[in-house]
């Protein structure tokens, strides 16, 4: 039950997400900012940390911390250091974009799962992460180019981990792939 309502409202909020952002980038202003969207839904999405350590969702801990922390940091400190050095908006509503689609599936998925649902959430990765993971790592170049702060250089290790993490965390989403095609197939 609680999951259930956990992945509705989660739904919900990807959508909204993603449609103001969609809004955003083909010049409709609405009063209703994409950013803050954001900041609401993926702030909830931690949630999902919680979730793996209570084994509440039977996902990996560590690649559930890996997400959401970095998601967290993008969110709430890099967007915001980085704008001050690059304003043009399209970098990060096409990030936004992008972690609203793969939510969305995953939500869905999980609310649903039927043949819709499971081919949204295991094709949709193969285009969504690694475009999620650049446009979070040319985030981090920007802010390593342009910011003064001596801090900045803590960033090095986090574009360096996208080699690793981020690949990572692609094979597991490959790896669960493989599971769910051998699944409804037999």
């Known amino acids: 039950m609680y999951l259930n309502i956990y992945n509705k409202i989660s739904l919900i909020g990807w959508s909204i997400t993603f449609v103001v952002a969609l809004l955003h980038i083909i010049g409709y202003q609405i009063s209703l900012d994409p950013f803050f969207c954001l900041k609401v ?10 979730h793996a350590i209570f084994k509440i969702i039977y996902s990996s801990i560590f690649f559930t911390c890996i997400q959401a922390v970095s998601r967290l940091l993008y969110t709430w400190l890099l967007f915001a250091i980085s704008k001050q050095y690059y304003s043009n908006e399209w970098i990060y509503l096409l990030l936004i974009i992008a972690w609203s689609l793969a939510d ?11 043949k819709i649902s499971g081919w949204m959430r295991y094709n949709f990765f193969f285009v969504l992460y690694p475009t999620g993971q650049l446009l979070e790592v040319i985030i981090s170049l920007i802010i390593l180019k342009e910011a003064t ?8 290790p986090l574009i360096f981990s996208y080699f690793f993490l981020g690949a990572g965390i692609f094979r597991h989403m490959l790896r669960n792939r ?6 409804i197939q037999s």
């Open 104 to 114: 969305f599936s995953r939500a869905f998925y999980y609310l649903r799962r039927n």
């Open 41 to 50: 839904i993926q702030t909830f999405a931690a949630l999902e940390i919680l």
């Open 178 to 183: 493989k599971k769910y095609y051998q699944k």
């Open 149 to 156: 702060h001596p801090l900045k250089w803590l960033l090095a």
